[in-house]
């Protein structure tokens, strides 16, 4: 068809040589194939770079159709709410790591210091936070590393300026200005101050603050100071009974020796003639038909037990202060009583914690005192004089015999027990270990085979007496609180108990073969500071604590 329509004759050209050829129309065209969406081809050319390379990786998805690289793996998550998602603290995401405490409180100082610290999260390249530009002023060293040069030039720098600061006043040295300058606290010679008088409220105050502080002290101190000697009297309340025997004279039924001990059930008595706390109590030698006391009103008495009045048989007033131990002679006819006024029987100048005689008849003159400063100190009571020091490294809080007396165990406030051979002030047996506290309070065992110490851990230690002085580790006697108190432990005379009082007011039995706690009795409101079992009687036990009772159960 195409032919025939172009095809026209030569005449009809020659006469109309001026008509234009027929206009050339095209047929329209059908593909086909079928009509295909291309928008999955667009993402897939187009955003090639982005798709194949970059893949989008849901970070809840665990199975993956191909094989992603390391940097797809553990690339950041982006995305909205996932933020929101990972927050674990109200201001964000926090994340623990391990850091020196050294090496945080250097970066701590160094940025509130200089401004700047390391990131140890930071890039390559931004490996710190803060002010740059005094990182690069001060090379980035921390408030530790500074060189000694630096630290030359900047002292030097501030010699500088305080000298310009004088120059500016020297024109006029009397002004103020240059007397305020020059006025230094005579305590710390580079801060400035103003000495100015006070004023007439400032220096009354002073004369009332003055006055209750000497009053306060009178009045805790027993209405003297520590180190003054006190006139030593005494109250006697019944001298002789009504057969003219005298007070101290043991009474005639009295056992000689404790067979078999029991457990107190009862109260039996309450003595309350101390006006403050009783911090010691003693029985008399043997027969125990009187008891010493020792108060924190800095007042010794000693009361009856034998008979049924159970009175006050003397009051002995010779100290300043609290009282702190008391300790009877062999013979019970003299004691000995050692306050925080610094006497005992005589001024020593320092506060005594502890006083023992040598229990030897031939030695009764011979006085050992535990001091709080670090010493124990030796006297012959004859002439007075000291003749041996035993050296510590805290105040002494107790000492004990043993070894038939040539030796003696000493423990103190620098967590340690010391043993000495007596006389000899060389340490033969040394016990510390870091594990160890403070053991205020100890006791010989009947058979004087063991010491049982009372730890500040809640614990009853117990120590072998022999050449080793090794600790019984199978022996160990806890279920009291101690922690603080310096509350004494004592043994039944027969040895099968061991008894302790506790900061509850509560005094604890516990059996010597088995460990365990016995018995408890509730005796004291306050702390239960001491305990003592009768030497005669079979189940008596007399105990005494800070609200100024004496309890005597049976």
């Not at 793996?73 to 109200?90: D, E, F, K, S």
């Not at 199978?474 to 040895?495: E, L």
């Amino acid at each position: 068809m195409d032919l025939l329509q172009s095809y026209t004759n030569s005449d009809d050209e020659e006469e109309n040589p001026s008509a234009s050829s027929p206009t050339r129309i095209s047929l329209p065209s059908k593909s086909s194939a079928p009509t295909a969406d291309d928008t999955t081809h667009a993402f897939t050319v187009t955003g090639e770079n982005r798709i194949l390379n970059k893949p989008i990786i849901n970070p809840i998805q665990h199975v993956a159709d191909y094989n992603p690289t390391y940097d797809q793996l553990w690339a950041p998550i982006y995305g909205p709410g996932i933020t929101q998602g990972m927050r674990n603290h109200q201001l964000g995401f926090a994340q623990n790591a391990a850091i020196d405490t050294f090496v945080f409180d250097e970066q701590y100082n160094t940025y509130y210091n200089c401004g700047y610290a390391a990131d140890p999260w930071g890039s390559s390249g931004a490996n710190y936070v803060g002010d740059l530009n005094a990182l690069q002023k001060n090379d980035g060293s921390s408030v530790y590393n500074v060189p000694q040069s630096e630290q030359r030039k900047r002292k030097l720098e501030t010699k500088i300026e305080q000298r310009k600061d004088e120059a500016n006043d020297v024109d006029n040295p009397a002004s103020e200005n240059w007397l305020k300058n020059n006025r230094r606290s005579p305590w710390d010679g580079k801060k400035r101050v103003v000495q100015v008088e006070l004023t007439e409220e400032q220096k009354k105050y002073a004369q009332e603050h003055a006055a209750k502080k000497a009053a306060k002290e009178k009045k805790g101190s027993g209405n003297n100071k520590a180190g003054e000697v006190v006139a030593e009297k005494s109250t006697f309340q019944e001298e002789k009974d009504y057969q003219g025997r005298s007070w101290i004279a043991p009474p005639k039924d009295a056992k000689a020796k404790n067979d078999q001990c029991y457990l107190p059930k009862k109260l039996v008595h309450t003595w309350s003639g101390h006006a403050k706390g009783v911090s010691a109590i003693r029985f008399f030698p043997k027969q125990g038909h009187l008891l010493l006391s020792a108060g924190m009103d800095s007042k010794v008495k000693i009361w009856d037990v034998h008979n049924s009045g159970h009175k006050c048989m003397r009051t002995y007033m010779g100290h300043g202060m609290a009282v702190r131990d008391i300790s009877f002679s062999n013979d019970g006819t003299k004691f000995l009583s050692a306050g925080f006024d610094k006497n005992i029987n005589f001024s020593t100048g320092k506060v005594s914690i502890v006083a023992k005689q040598n229990p030897e008849d031939d030695k009764q003159n011979i006085l050992l005192a535990g001091m709080d400063d670090k010493k124990v100190v030796q006297w012959d009571m004859n002439s007075g004089r000291i003749t041996q020091e035993y050296q510590h490294l805290g105040a002494v809080n107790t000492i004990t015999f043993v070894d038939d007396n040539r030796r003696f165990v000493t423990s103190s406030d620098d967590k340690s027990l010391r043993v000495w051979e007596f006389g000899i002030p060389v340490v033969i047996k040394y016990i510390s270990e870091p594990h160890m506290h403070s053991m205020p309070a100890i006791s010989l065992h009947p058979n004087s085979n063991w010491l049982a110490a009372q730890s500040l851990d809640n614990k009853i230690l117990v120590y072998s007496t022999r050449e080793r002085f090794q600790l019984n580790k199978k022996k160990m006697f806890t279920g009291h609180i101690v922690a603080g108190y310096a509350c004494q432990v004592n043994f039944s005379p027969d040895g099968q108990y061991v008894i302790s009082g506790d900061g509850g007011g509560n005094c604890c039995f516990w059996n010597w073969n088995t460990c365990k706690v016995s018995q408890t009795l509730k005796c004291h409101e306050g702390v239960c500071i001491g305990v003592q079992w009768h030497p005669s009687e079979q189940s008596k036990v007399a105990t005494c604590g800070w609200d100024g009772m004496i309890t005597y159960w049976d």
